[in-house]
């Protein structure tokens, strides 16, 4: 064999070794090949990750149409899921706010009783002992408070004719000494009242029948809720550490470490903002209407209990509660006595005082950091949309959407090395 043949034998062996190297690539990518040798489709990641994204989109915006459009339907379905999930619903309000009351006990018995040993055993008596508290305090609540609630409504109603002559010989006399004054707006509002409330009362009387078996179904079914609710919460809160475990895993594995530390730390932020604005309240609350109740029993004003109630309830709402709460006080004993009504007037600006520059401060600190008109619009906007409950969470979900939104502007300006402006006074 010459040389050219040899160079020539060597050049079509390599040719053929390219040619298979090439045919089992494409067999192995499963790329189609056509007889003439070119390949029509190719895999490519980004395309289709990108084709992953739009399909994911489309559908999501395929589900929120057909939501939004059948709206009447959606919300007939979100009424029976919650119906369903209510007993889990309820659970998690309780263990939410029982939870700090187990860790303070549970940290007082480890502290002077367990001493670092028997952390098991002390863990469940601390959720029993907080849940005997509670059911305590409700059944005192139940034994003294609800009776008085009853009593002074009941006599309150059996005077709604007094105060209705009163009110109506008042506005009588304001209009004798102010003739350009109109006042039959109020008059006539008046008179349909009192037709409306006899009319109730006749329906009442009609009906009793299917009301006491309606209120009877109802009151079955709200008890096994109840005990449903009490006994998942009890599982909530001795399983908290492994429900964050869970929660914790979730976000690692969707996310990188640096940015799962980033979401969980900002979790337990707005966790600490809501959870300590709202429990805060709550005992500021609780405070203001026993202290509320003790003043107007010394002073001898009617309806103590009553007005307590009403008083420290509205008080969970920042700036207008003290307002709201002191409204139907104030009518009612302008009815009753000019006197009390004054001296009650009295009361409640002192109180809130009180509430004010020395209880409120102590107890809630700056929980939510936020300025008066923002505490207005969480107050304006919440109860515009969700009424009485939208006026008591609509402050720390404002608290909530402003931490947040300060966080993704720290991080953008970092992100872009512009130093973050500190705040400082501009009057």
């Known amino acids: 064999m010459t040389e050219n043949q040899a160079e020539k034998l060597a050049d079509r062996e390599a040719s053929n070794q390219s040619e298979k190297v090439q045919e089992e690539g494409v067999r192995e990518r499963n790329i189609p090949e056509d007889s003439t040798g070119i390949t029509w489709f190719s895999k490519n990641r980004k395309y289709i990750t990108i084709c992953k994204y739009t399909l994911f989109v489309i559908t999501c915006g395929a589900v929120i149409v057909m939501l939004v459009s059948q709206w009447n339907k959606t919300k007939e379905f979100i009424g029976n899921m919650v119906g369903v999930l209510s007993p889990f619903l309820a659970a998690l309000l309780i263990a939410y706010f029982l939870s700090p009351l187990v860790e303070n006990i549970n940290g007082f018995l480890q502290r002077y009783v367990g001493k670092g040993k028997a952390k098991k055993s002390i863990k469940y008596a601390s959720i029993f002992l907080a849940y005997v508290i509670v059911i305590a305090f409700i059944t005192l609540a139940c034994r003294f408070v609800v009776p008085q609630l009853v009593e002074s409504i009941s006599e309150l109603a059996g005077n709604v004719p007094d105060m209705y002559n009163k009110i109506s ?3 009588l006399n304001i209009e004798n000494i102010y ?20 009319n109730f009362g006749t329906n009442v009387v009609g009906n009793v029948i299917p009301l006491v078996y309606t209120v009877s179904v109802s009151l079955v079914r709200t008890v096994i809720n109840i005990i449903l609710a009490v006994m998942i919460s009890v599982y909530m809160i001795s399983g908290k550490k492994g429900f964050q475990y869970q929660l914790k895993r979730l976000v690692y594995a969707l996310f990188d470490e640096e940015k799962g530390n980033v979401v969980c730390s900002t979790c337990r932020e707005c966790n600490d903002i809501f959870s300590s604005f709202l429990i805060g309240k709550a005992v500021d609350s609780l405070i203001i209407g026993c202290i509320c109740c003790l003043v107007m029993s ?7 209990v009553l007005i307590s109630v009403i008083v420290g309830v509205t008080n969970m709402i920042p700036y207008f509660g003290p307002f709201i709460g002191a409204v139907p006080g104030v009518l009612i004993y302008l009815c009753i006595s000019p006197k009390d009504a004054i001296a009650f007037v009295i009361m409640i600006f002192i109180l809130q005082q009180f509430d004010g520059l020395v209880l409120g401060p102590r107890i809630l600190g700056q929980s939510t950091g936020l300025g008066p008109i923002w505490v207005i619009f969480g107050i304006t906007v919440g109860g515009a949309y969700f009424g009485v409950i939208g006026m008591f969470i609509g402050v720390p979900v404002v608290a909530v959407v402003a931490f947040l939104i300060n966080k993704a502007i720290k991080f953008r300006l970092a992100g872009r090395k512009i130093p973050a ?3 400082h006074d501009t009057e």
Not at 181 to 186: G, T, V
Not at 298 to 304: G, S
């Open 298 to 304: 010394i002073l001898r004003l009617p309806y103590a």
């Open 179 to 198: 003739p350009d004054l109109d006042l039959n707006f109020i008059t006539d509002r008046l008179n349909e009242m009192v037709p409306d409330l006899v």
């Open 169 to 171: 010989g008042f506005l």
């Open 421 to 423: 402006l500190e705040q």
